[in-house]
């Protein structure tokens, strides 16, 4: 008998493998009795002293790593990515595909992203907040992970900065709450990335001053050096508008 936690979610990362699976079960005309294998049992047991459902989930994890490994040495033979084969399977279902690239688990946080993304995207693109070239180099997941992390107020500062829409010069200007986007330091015309850019007098002491605390902090992470170079250089080129290094290619940048 087959209990309801083994319904397949479209949350899950494989729903379509998992579908398969469980359509599999359903038409088959053995009874079928769910039960859960704890993993990695063989760490603390020998592995002939396990149960045979036990001895089976290991020899599958060895089979399982053994294949990785084999894929693993072919790709970097052939300077190839490791991808896993778009296809449809068997009694899975409905499939839904973005472009060629199969959405395995099509809950609807991940659609929303699969059809807002790119709209967002291409606006971050016009208003030249970065280049098309680097859109693939964006890890978007991670970001908004860590800025999940961050508290209400400092999003909301975060949003508001990356989309222009805070109190600099150009919005106050055209709010009308004042004449002029002049900014008041140098006169330029101040948006939010001028509002970092700004040479004027005493913008890069603070700028130097605060440039310090995200140093300080990976000094006490322990962050690789190179990584803390390449990091502090970038931050440095943008405030230059200049285009970013990786660390391949990277010279120590002298302020």
């Given at each position: 008998m087959l209990n309801e936690w083994c319904v397949p979610d479209p949350k899950d990362a494989n729903f379509d493998l998992t579908s398969a699976i469980w359509k599999l079960l359903q038409d088959s005309p053995i009874q079928w009795h769910n039960i859960h294998v704890k993993g990695h049992q063989d760490d603390h047991l020998q592995c002939d002293k396990l149960n045979r459902v036990a001895q089976l989930n290991v020899e599958m994890d060895r089979l399982a790593k053994s294949f990785w490994r084999h894929c693993h040495i072919h790709q970097h033979a052939a300077l190839q990515p490791l991808e896993p084969p778009q296809h449809p399977m068997h009694l899975e279902g409905w499939t839904l595909w973005n472009a060629n690239t199969k959405v395995t688990h099509p809950n609807r946080q991940h659609l929303c992203k699969l059809t807002h993304d790119p709209?967002?995207?291409?606006?971050?693109?016009?208003?030249?907040?970065?280049?098309?070239?680097?859109?693939?180099?964006?890890?978007?997941?991670?970001?908004?992970?860590?800025?999940?992390a961050l508290k209400p107020g400092c999003q909301r500062w975060i949003t508001k900065h990356a989309s222009h829409n805070c109190g600099v010069g150009t919005t106050?200007?055209?709010?009308?709450?004042?004449?002029?986007?002049?900014?008041?330091?140098?006169?330029?015309?101040?948006?939010?990335?001028?509002?970092?850019?700004?040479t004027g007098a005493g913008a890069t002491e603070t700028w130097t001053e605060q440039m310090s605390v995200p140093t300080e902090w990976m000094t006490e992470a322990n962050t690789h050096p190179l990584l803390q170079d390449t990091l502090i250089t970038n931050l440095q080129r943008w405030r230059q508008g200049l285009p970013p290094v990786t660390a391949l290619t990277m010279v120590r940048f002298n302020p």
């Open positions: 709209i967002t995207t291409s606006k971050w693109i016009r208003l030249e907040r970065f280049p098309d070239s680097a859109t693939s180099q964006i890890d978007s997941e991670m970001a908004s992970k860590h800025t999940k106050l200007a055209e709010w009308q709450q004042q004449e002029d986007d002049q900014c008041p330091r140098c006169g330029q015309p101040e948006d939010t990335n001028h509002a970092t850019r700004c």
